[in-house]
């Protein structure tokens, strides 16, 4: 940036990972930072050009492109490179309520649209924040910030994902009493029990739910609303009701021997095995220790369960995907600012691939039927392997497994536990951009209400259901004063 073609003299860096052969001994986060000097140098890369795609987030035909929190990024890049970190992070709180979530597990579709990655490479925009949003903290610059007035409304949040988590710290900071219910143990959502320890500490969540508690919101775990508490009774006692419950049904395969033990969906397994890494007294029943595991579905959430099996000791895993290899470079018809569906190595493959020796992915395979024992218990998969747009034969083939993992998706909310509230498509229906749901005072954001996203998107989504409910409160009050 201080001269105009960084972008093309220095070539980007990635920011560097611990080891596979170390880290698959532990449950510690794999990233590394960035030592001061590259980083300056990376952030140098940006051009600041006039358009920034890279924060203009949006939904183009491969999935979101730029960043939907609009993160000012050429703003921090700049000031990265000019030393000024204090100033960097001030712009990064501006519009991320939570940065040390997204800089730790985004897909950083902002830099699938850099501009930088036409003529070269992307800059490396999520480590840059990541090194922001670390020093802050290191520094001590993220303080509680307690409101200066209080508006006398009462809010309950259903749900501590990121989604509720964010609507309950804007809503907080607007002066509204806020209370986050919260059917588990602990909070943070899927940030907790969902994405994986080595991708998100869950020490940096046990510390910001504590900087929230310290800004006033109240926290209550191990309520099931819709069971323990109606969201009737809730209203007595609330003027609004926020349901960020996410969109945890997971997609059924409802094929031959799916009853046999040792399925599982892979929500369940990812769960066991945090809360038993968490405290080690309680049980990790579902475990791949000596199993051979097989994982149907070639998401994210599949990629987790590999990298959790790896580490729980697993003989060996596979990952059974039903589309094929994504191209190398992108193609004609995926063009720039469109995220790039090119393949990658992420991380559970680059430790499968360390460790057994091969990448687990298998790609365009079918599961047919669950094989089982006497005892009912899984002992094998038949598949078909298909070959799309040719006239080759589907071939069949028969995988020894002792753990399935089911990570074929989700499909919408859980449990039809709130029957006054409409659903459409098993989402919690809404009014277009006022996040109503069809009963006057309840509101919904996140997965719950946009089908199973990422965490910058159920923060955008809190961010704007806050700023819906205080309208809501605010117009409330108008009418009671006329
Ligand atoms: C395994 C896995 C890995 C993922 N990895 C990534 C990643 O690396 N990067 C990324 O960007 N996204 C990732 N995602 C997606 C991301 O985590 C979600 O999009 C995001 O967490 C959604 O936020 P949310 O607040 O809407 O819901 P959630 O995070 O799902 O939180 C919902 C909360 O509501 C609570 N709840 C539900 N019903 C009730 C009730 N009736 N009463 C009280 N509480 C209730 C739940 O216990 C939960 O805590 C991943 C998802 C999964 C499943
Ligand atoms: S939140 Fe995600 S998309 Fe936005 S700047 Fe960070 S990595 Fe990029």
């Not at 000031?79 to 001030?90: I, N, P, R, S």
């Not at 209550?220 to 508490?229: E, F, K, P, T």
């Not at 599949?302 to 039903?322: E, N, P, Y």
């Amino acid at each position: 940036m201080s001269q105009s073609t960084e972008f093309i003299d220095i070539k980007r860096r990635n920011a560097k990972e611990r080891p596979p052969v170390e880290r698959v001994n532990d449950w510690s986060e794999y990233q590394q930072p960035f030592t001061e000097k590259k980083l300056k140098q990376q952030a140098s890369r940006c051009m600041d050009c006039g358009t920034p795609f890279c924060q203009m987030g949006t939904i183009l035909s491969t999935g979101t492109s730029g960043c939907p929190l609009y993160n000012l990024i050429p703003e921090w890049n700049m000031l990265v490179h000019q030393g000024k970190w204090y100033e960097a992070f001030q712009r990064l709180a501006k519009t991320n309520n939570f940065p040390e979530f997204t800089a730790r597990a985004c897909p950083a579709p902002c830099e699938g649209s850099c501009t930088a990655g036409v003529p070269s490479e992307p800059v490396t925009i999520k480590s840059i924040e990541k090194a922001i949003i670390d020093r802050a903290f290191l520094e001590g610059w993220v303080k509680p910030r307690k409101p200066l007035r209080k508006t006398g409304h009462k809010i309950a949040v259903i749900g501590s994902g990121p989604a509720g988590l964010t609507a309950a710290d804007d809503l907080n900071q607007l002066g509204h009493s806020v209370t986050v219910f919260e059917r588990e143990d602990r909070f943070g959502g899927l940030l907790m029990y969902g994405i994986p320890n080595m991708k998100i500490d869950k020490k940096y969540v046990e510390r910001r739910i504590e900087l929230l508690k310290q800004e006033g919101i109240e926290f209550r775990a191990n309520i099931h609303v819709g069971i323990d508490l109606s969201i009737e009774e809730l209203q007595q006692n609330f003027d609004t009701v926020l349901l960020c419950i996410g969109a945890e049904q997971p997609r059924e395969l409802p094929i031959e021997g799916r009853h046999l033990k040792g399925i599982y969906h892979a929500m369940d397994y990812l769960m066991t095995s945090t809360k038993h890494y968490l405290d080690p007294d309680v049980s990790c029943d579902i475990n791949a220790e000596g199993k051979k595991v097989i994982v149907i579905g070639g998401g994210d959430t599949g990629a987790d369960c590999v990298a959790t099996a790896i580490r729980q000791g697993c003989k060996s895993v596979v990952q059974f995907g039903k589309h094929g290899q994504l191209p190398l470079e992108r193609q004609p018809g995926n063009p720039w600012p469109e995220n790039p569906a090119i393949f990658s190595l992420d991380y559970a493959y680059e430790e499968a691939l360390t460790i057994f020796g091969e990448d687990p992915r298998q790609y365009f395979i079918q599961t047919q039927s669950f094989v089982g024992n006497d005892q009912d218990e899984v002992i094998g998969l038949r598949t078909v392997s298909f070959q799309p747009n040719t006239a080759l034969d589907q071939t069949e083939n028969y995988w020894d497994a002792d753990l399935v993992l089911i990570a074929i998706g989700f499909e919408g909310v859980k449990e039809d536990i709130f029957p006054t509230i409409q659903r459409s498509q098993k989402r919690i229906a809404t009014v277009t951009n006022s996040f109503q749901t069809s009963q006057d005072g309840v509101f919904a954001a996140g997965d719950a209400r946009r089908g199973q996203s990422l965490i910058v998107w159920a923060i955008q989504e809190g961010k704007k259901a806050a700023i819906e409910i205080d309208r809501y409160l605010a117009s409330k009050e108008i009418k009671q004063t006329v």
